[in-house]
């Protein structure tokens, strides 16, 4: 099983911040295979990027992914008052999924 | 549009078998290309991914849950179901169903189509 870390656990920010997100696998990961999901409280996790760097339809392009191999970066380019959210990464590789313990970008 | 909806008791007794039932309106889980599976996250904590199908009839497991669940489909109804054995206070956990793929039978794992969520809270 491929583990999937994230962190930092918590980035705290202001609004109009950039933030950067990491997500490192304990083995090569398909860039194909990754994705990133934005969770806010009360509610199911939304897909935001799929295949690593593609946002997924309505995603605003503040939000980007890169990244290979082991590891993968999420980037809010300016945060809004709406990105305040818990995100996960998740790989898929030989048919098992795995998500990473999740990013909490929360107000400074 | 599609809509999923996750159906169930909300509370089950340790060492008893998990029954929930997962409602598909917009789509058709048997005549479409894309994966159908489960997904949970205990209280406060992250996601993990229970098992999935396709409907060319492949089911996949989390390998550290697959000697207890089962996942099941009614066509009929489209509806697919997931049984959850011998459960402890660990599997207490909000419960969600999802789509993954690309609709080309590939990507399992993307989920861009999820429930609302179920909260099962297993008592002893």
């Known amino acids: 099983e491929i583990v999937m870390t994230q962190s930092p656990a918590t980035l705290s920010l202001s609004p109009g911040e950039r933030a950067t997100l990491s997500c490192r696998a304990s083995?090569?990961?398909?860039?194909?295979?990754l994705s990133w999901y934005q969770q806010k409280p009360g509610q199911a996790p939304r897909l935001l990027i799929y295949?690593?760097?593609n946002r997924a339809p309505g995603i605003p392009d503040r939000f980007s992914g890169g990244g290979s191999g082991t590891d993968f970066t999420l980037t809010i380019s300016s945060l809004q008052p709406e990105d305040f959210a818990v995100y996960f990464c998740?790989?898929?590789?030989?048919?098992?999924?795995?998500f990473g313990g999740g990013t909490r970008v929360e107000i400074k | 549009q599609l809509q999923l909806r996750e159906s169930g008791p909300g509370l089950v007794k340790s060492s008893e078998t998990l029954s929930l039932t997962c409602t598909v309106s917009?789509?058709?889980?048997?005549?479409?290309?894309?994966?159908w599976g489960w997904i949970r996250q205990p209280p406060g904590t992250g996601l993990e991914w229970i098992g999935s199908?396709?409907?060319?009839?492949?089911?996949y497991y989390n390998p550290s849950l697959k000697s207890r669940v089962a996942i099941s489909v009614d066509t009929s109804k489209n509806q697919f179901s997931l049984k959850l054995t011998s459960v402890t206070a660990a599997d207490t956990a909000v419960y969600y169903c999802?789509?993954?793929?690309?609709?080309?039978?590939?990507?399992?794992?993307?989920?861009?189509?999820w429930g609302q969520g179920t909260l099962v809270t297993v008592s002893s």
């Open positions: 199908f396709s409907s060319s009839e492949n089911t």
């Open positions: 998740q790989q898929d590789y030989n048919y098992v999924l795995t």
């Open positions: 295949g690593a760097s």
């Open positions: 999802a789509r993954g793929g690309d609709g080309t039978w590939n990507f399992m794992g993307r989920l861009a189509d």
């Open positions: 917009g789509d058709s889980i048997s005549s479409d290309n894309y994966f």
């Open positions: 083995q090569s990961v398909s860039s194909g295979y």
